[in-house]
């Protein structure tokens, strides 16, 4: 309807970009229409945060960790309190193994929304991949008694609780999602089969 709405092209970017996620369609497959969407949307805004996340999401996907981290850090430098942004640039801390990093990040995330599913389940898995069980634990309790159908909650519940060797916990979380490899590590092969 507008063409010079830009951000419409940014939702579209952010939309494309985490469509490997969520509807497990290729990266390669959505690139150039992330790049597309996201370069026009600049274009039109060059103070979009959404963009850069946009940009930042398709860059992880090639693996390609430094392009990557420059969006994210354009993305919460445009726009400190954008969840999203914070959310994404944890991600990468946290999978390049900078917990602290990933988590100051985090923090900063829930006092946007305290209230976050999201966020609370990505501290928790963050506190869980630096071996601090204790909290992880007590973020993902939180977060499944704020939205108990959260996928991102239940999935990295799930793993958090299997590390935590909290079987029942696990076992229940991996139906819901059908996670097989959580079931086979609970015991459950007929449900893994």
Do not use: C
Request: aromatic share 8%; hydrophobic share 50%; charged share 20%.
């Amino acid at each position: 309807q507008d063409s010079l709405y830009a951000d419409a092209y940014s939702g579209l970017a952010m939309a494309l970009a985490l469509m490997p996620w969520f509807h497990q369609v290729p990266p390669m497959q959505v690139h150039d229409s992330v790049v597309a969407a996201a370069t026009r949307a600049l274009a039109l805004d060059s103070t979009l945060a959404l963009p850069h996340v946009a940009l930042g999401r398709t860059f992880w996907n090639l693996y390609d960790w430094r392009r990557a981290e420059s969006e994210f850090v354009t993305a919460v430098r445009l726009d400190p309190a954008n969840v999203e942004a914070r959310v994404q640039y944890s991600w990468l801390l946290r999978n390049t193994a900078r917990y602290a990093d990933a988590l100051t990040q985090l923090r900063v995330a829930k006092n946007q929304d305290p209230a976050s599913a999201l966020v609370l389940s990505h501290i928790a898995y963050a506190y869980s991949m630096a071996g601090r069980m204790d909290s992880a634990l007590k973020e993902i309790r939180r977060a499944f008694a704020t939205d108990s159908t959260n996928l991102t909650t239940l999935v990295m519940g799930a793993s958090i609780y299997l590390k935590a060797d909290s079987l029942k916990q696990a076992h229940a979380m991996a139906v819901r999602i059908r996670t097989p490899y959580v079931l086979a590590k609970t015991g459950d092969l007929e449900a893994t089969r």
